[in-house]
């Protein structure tokens, strides 16, 4: 099966980072860069996918920074860290926007409310939601994407989701079998 969404690179990626970039920690959460793994396959696939899009943008809710777990500037660390490993493999990361906020507090900019991504067409004028995927694994990524019209791909874990999203993958690397 391919995917018949005429993905071109006038497009833009979001993308969730903790079950999609890499492994989440269901008991807690990634407070440093030795605890955060890549996901199988996003180093050798994340080049020749992201390459299809305009932008590539990271969009991820980080709660640990609103409990006091971690600063934001550590949270920056492990994000350097990130982006530093795919681009030796071949992967640019335009943006990377952290919603550091509780859930259920006051103007919070964590998914599934569009903040995040009003804040990144705000940065590239160029973003259409309408030409755009959100990848997550999560229902707060797939309403994000849905709330902003967004084409919606979930990729599965242990994670119990309710929401449709249009398209379920394994991985990374199978999105970018899909797209090809």
Not at 102 to 122: C, F, V, Y
């Amino acid at each position: 099966m391919k995917l018949n969404w005429n993905v071109d690179s006038s497009w833009t990626l979001f993308i969730d980072r903790d079950g999609v970039i890499n492994e989440r920690n269901f008991e807690g959460y990634i407070l440093n860069k030795k605890d955060f793994i890549f996901k199988e396959g996003v180093l050798e696939s994340s080049g020749a996918l992201f390459s299809k899009f305009n932008h590539v943008v990271i969009v991820t809710n980080q709660q640990c920074v609103g409990k006091g777990l971690i600063s934001i500037d550590e949270v920056r660390e492990i994000h350097n860290s990130m982006e530093s490993s795919l681009i030796q493999n071949g992967a640019k990361i335009d943006l990377i926007l952290v919603a550091p906020e509780i859930r259920g507090s006051e103007n919070s900019t964590r998914k599934p409310d569009r903040h995040m991504g009003l804040m990144a067409q705000n940065k590239f004028k160029n973003i259409d939601f309408k030409k755009s995927i959100m990848v997550g694994d999560t229902d707060s990524d797939i309403e994000f994407g849905k709330n902003l019209e967004m084409k919606t791909v979930l990729i599965e874990s242990t994670e119990k989701c309710i929401l449709k999203p249009d398209v379920k993958v394994r991985s990374l690397l199978e999105l970018n079998n899909l797209l090809e």
